[in-house]
């Protein structure tokens, strides 16, 4: 059995006109919007987007991604909220796990863009918005980052070292290397003070490695970014190394702009559309220089060293 996808299936216009005519039954059974499935758009641009990249020789992973940004960060569980999909229809497999949306900022006197833990009213590409950009990715290269040491669970102190998942996008995402955009698990350090270890390979000159509190934020925002639990993390990580496949991240500025002014159809989740009223989109043009101008009203106080760490 196959599940035809486009206008006349969801009764919308769709943003674009690459849509795959038909899903097969095994996969048509995961759309919906109950938790652990995926909206018909979403699934049905993810999945257009894939096909094209494959038969234009861009990616060959047998596995593709999704995310849809409009679905609450918390599931009726109380866990995090399964918004992001990996799909293998090769494999016949559909997985749902939890993924953040970007935070925004608030600039005072000028413009308030922030979102809200559990829903994102607002979405844009501006450089230094810290907001999620929908539309399409193709994933790159994994940069390895050393974020500093912690105190692990046996009373050793333990790297982070964090693998970042490059994406590369187009047309309304096109900027995302310049933002720093891609993937990388939910995991920070907090409290940082400096203490002596001149034998680490990460200390720097004076023999200083930075110290701190490991924290999980799985569920909660990012600053732009596709963060996930540190074990999913692991998994795209691998799955994406050395072999590119696609992201598809609804909902894209068209679709912001069709539920705000209430075109009949378009897509949204409806708790989520209920907490926020009325989505926005940003542009970089608009926004960046309202982010310029608060950057040059409000300059950073100078650099200062970080404390020493406590003894013991």
Same mark, same amino acid.
């Given at each position: ?16 006109? #690459? ?5 097969? +039954? ?48 918390? +599931? ?77 669970? #046996? ?12 994406? #590369? ?29 001149p034998i680490s390979p990460h200390a720097n000159h004076d023999g200083y490695v930075i110290q701190g509190t490991l924290v999980d934020y799985t569920g909660g925002r990012s600053n732009g970014c596709t963060s996930w639990s540190p ?21 894209? +500025? ?20 209920? #907490? ?11 926004? +960046? ?24």
């Open positions: 059995m196959l599940l035809l996808v486009g206008v006349l299936a969801w009764g919308w216009p769709p943003a674009r006109a #690459d849509l795959s005519p038909v899903l097969p +039954a095994w996969l048509a059974a995961h759309v919906g919007e109950d938790e652990g499935q995926i909206a018909l758009p979403v699934l049905a641009r993810a999945r257009a987007l894939y096909l094209r990249k494959v038969a234009g020789g861009v990616v060959r992973n047998p596995c593709y991604l999704a995310m849809d940004a409009t679905r609450p960060n918390t +599931a009726p569980d109380g866990g995090p909220g399964r918004r992001f999909y990996v799909i293998c229809e090769a494999e016949r497999t559909f997985q749902a796990i939890a993924a953040g949306h970007g935070a925004g900022r608030r600039l005072d006197g000028l413009a308030d863009f922030a979102n809200g833990r559990e829903c994102a009213r607002n979405f844009g590409n501006a450089q230094d918005s810290e907001l999620t950009a929908g539309g399409a990715y193709v994933t790159a290269e994994i940069k390895d980052s050393f974020k500093g040491y912690y105190r692990a669970a #046996d009373g050793q102190d333990a790297p982070l070292v964090r693998p970042f998942l490059q994406f #590369d996008g187009e047309g309304d995402t096109a900027n995302a290397r310049p933002r720093a955009i891609g993937g990388h698990a939910a995991v920070t350090l907090k409290g940082l003070c400096r203490r002596k270890d074990s999913d993390a692991a998994y795209l990580v691998a799955l994406a190394k050395d072999d590119p496949t696609t992201l598809y991240i609804y909902p894209e +500025a068209a679709d912001i702009a069709a539920v705000a002014h209430r075109v009949a159809g378009a897509y949204w989740n409806a708790t989520c559309l209920r #907490d926020i009223g009325t989505p926005a989109y940003w542009s970089n043009e608009a926004l +960046a220089p309202l982010i310029a101008r608060y950057r040059r009203d409000h300059p950073p106080p100078p650099p200062r060293p970080l404390p020493f760490c406590a003894a013991g």
